[in-house]
């Protein structure tokens, strides 16, 4: 086949990122160009990748230092809602996220149409939980990639995205919805006069995207899907099985202590590093213990002094080529950490705070791949005590050792390619 042009609009976000660029990288292999249309403070991420990056301004133009600060200065803005339950954050994180999610679809439109004219894609994939018009009315086959929890596309029978309710807590179900509705219906009713403006058809209460007519690309792992209603037509929908980017290798330094310890990696994502006192406390306990961590302390490395000498922090690491090395992983509940866990079989405790974390931790829990524990509401006995069961709990270990064995067969980055390619 002759070249084709692939374009991904991911979110402006670490793991919608990330995850695009595993997908690209399969694409090109393929022979065909791949290219990324970005938030500015992202056009320099993908570039690293070795991609062509187009700049969609998704909000009021400024610099990408000072995006980057707004979305930092957002985040940390918000950290005493991480105490809050899902239902009582919808009052104020996601209230507010979806203000500003609104807010990028009204600014793509202005630069959209110009880039893709620019670009001329033969497909067009989108990470992203809202509609783009431009994207949808260019005239070439668009895929809805789905990189958070799969309950993005909605069923009656499962929790509403975001929730983190259990899967048979219906009343959990039912009191969300409603509240959620009640809440944003002021956010969708503007919304819903953006897509009147663009002659697109208005959406029901609680809806700001669609499932694509062609096809859409769902990286969550099969082995921890939810029982749907209404099952999802396999001829659109197609599970990925995460999709693990190819990184650099990574050399575990040595550690001044416990150099022979499990080892045990620890990330609340390039956002949730600022919340640096919980990462203080998890770091005094780690180093009362016989572990080893390597810590992701992301733009705080300056906040951490006397650290234990069984405890290795840094600004980043290369997730991918980590986590195959360590017994345990800690972390927020973001899709790449999920999937990536359970595509290298590794057992993990989730302290989610916003978002689909919610959704992933308590998923987590109740498929027997990890545990699911309240972000500041533990002792030191009780983490060490999770971690040891990460170690020891023959049940879970079996139980990843296959998730992880399917995943790694699906090659889910490849699996995607195709699927590409054969809309071309």
Sequence with gaps: MAQKTIAFF???????????????QAVEARGHKAVFLSDPGFVDVYKGYGFDAYPVNLSEPMPPEKMAKFW??????????????????????????????VDSAKWAQKDLPGVLAQIKP????????????????????????????????????????????????????????EHFNDVIKPIHDDFNQFLTSTNEAPYPIGQFFEASPYLNLLLYPEAVKFRRRHALDPKRFQYLEGCVRK??????????????????????????????????????????SPYRALVNVGGYVDQYSDLPPNVIVDGWFPQPSVIPQVDAVIHHGGNNSFTECLFFGKPAIIMPYVWDGHD?????????????????????????????????????????????????????????????????
């Design 10 to 24: 991911p979110e402006a976000a670490y793991g919608p990122a990330l995850n695009s660029v595993g997908i690209a």
């Design 72 to 101: 930092e200065d957002f985040i940390n803005g918000h950290i005493p809602n991480f105490r809050k339950s899902p239902y009582d954050q919808v009052d104020n994180y996601v209230k507010d996220c979806w203000t500003a999610i």
């Design 122 to 177: 033969d497909v067009i994939c989108v990470d992203n939980v809202v509609l783009f018009p431009a994207i949808k009315q260019f005239g070439v086959p668009w895929v809805r990639v789905i990189s958070c929890s799969e309950n993005e596309i909605e069923d009656e029978d499962i929790p509403p995205h975001l929730s983190g309710c259990g899967e048979g807590d219906h009343a959990c179900h039912r009191a969300y919805r």
């Design 247 to 288: 990184e650099a290798a990574y050399a575990v330094p040595p550690f001044a202590a416990n150099n022979d310890g499990p080892l045990v990696y620890v990330s609340f994502g390039s956002l949730g590093a600022g919340d640096t006192e919980l990462l203080k406390r998890v770091i005094a306990a780690i180093g009362k």
């Design 360 to 424: 992933n931790a308590t998923r987590v829990e109740e498929t027997g791949h990890g545990f699911k524990m309240p972000r500041y509401d533990w002792t030191d006995a009780e983490l060490l005590a999770r971690l040891d069961a990460c170690l020891t709990d023959a049940a879970m270990k079996a139980k990843l050792a296959a998730t992880s064995r399917h995943m790694q067969a699906q090659n889910g980055p490849e699996k995607a390619a195709g699927l590409l390619e054969a809309l071309l």
